[in-house]
């Protein structure tokens, strides 16, 4: 098992940067896929960004490519989510998530949807003012 905490949210005014950091227990973070989700008010938790275990693939949403930069460092088990040019639309908690590739692998997961990892952080407000 692995508890993740995330930190780094905040109220930002629109145009302004934050740098989300999620933190890992446990000694085997480097067999996990980690990715962050976002759950805006009255909207389904939705797909953000994700790496790989060595951290040399990663995906982003539309909505934040070119903009949100994720990025991990397996020595001290964090993974983090570099926000840039923030918008009023990227209001939102922002969930750290994780799969155990050595308890189970699938190479059909893709890693975008919810239901393709098995930890999840408590989130972090994200609220960007117009």
């Known amino acids: 098992q692995v508890q993740l905490i995330e930190s780094g949210g905040g109220l930002v005014q629109a145009g302004d940067s934050l740098r989300l950091s999620c933190a890992a227990s446990?000694?085997?973070?480097?067999?996990?896929?980690m990715g962050w989700f976002r759950q805006a008010p009255g909207k389904e938790r939705e797909f953000v960004t994700a790496i790989s275990r060595g951290g040399i693939n990663t995906n982003y949403a539309d909505s934040v490519k070119g903009r949100f930069t994720i990025s991990r460092d397996n020595a001290k088990n964090t993974v983090h989510l570099q926000m840039n040019s923030l918008k009023p639309e990227d209001t939102a908690v922002y969930y750290c998530a994780a799969r155990n590739t050595v308890v189970y692998y699938s190479a059909r997961y893709d890693y975008t949807s919810e239901d393709q990892y098995d930890y999840w952080g408590q989130g972090t407000q994200v609220t960007v003012s117009s």
């Open positions: 446990g000694r085997t973070f480097s067999n996990y896929v």
